[in-house]
């Protein structure tokens, strides 16, 4: 018997500010720049690109370009779009 699944989008379950933040932390910790815009690019889905292009003033195509898996966001965007989603970035010194 074969097995089916069913598609899975993690942007159904972040529109709560304390989701997102937990997710795009998760992100963070992998060190992958890719990933985490990719990671940011679901949260933003989640709020709604629209509208979220029009509260940074950015353009939906450059959101979506820049918070993609090969996209390059400046950190004008990122801090933008991380203040719009209602979450912010704090820094902590690094164990080794």
């Known amino acids: 018997m074969t097995e089916r699944f069913l598609p899975f989008d993690p942007a159904e379950q972040l529109a709560d500010p304390a989701a997102a933040a937990a997710f795009i932390n998760e992100a963070l910790a992998t060190d992958d720049a890719g990933y985490i815009a990719r990671a940011m690019g679901v949260v933003a889905r989640a709020r709604g ?48």
């Open 49 to 96: 690109m629209s509208g979220l292009a029009r509260e940074t003033g950015l353009s939906r195509e450059q959101l979506y370009r820049s918070l993609s898996e090969r996209g390059n966001p400046t950190l004008k965007t990122v801090l933008a779009v991380l203040k719009e989603l209602g979450v912010e970035i704090s820094l902590v010194e690094r164990r080794r």
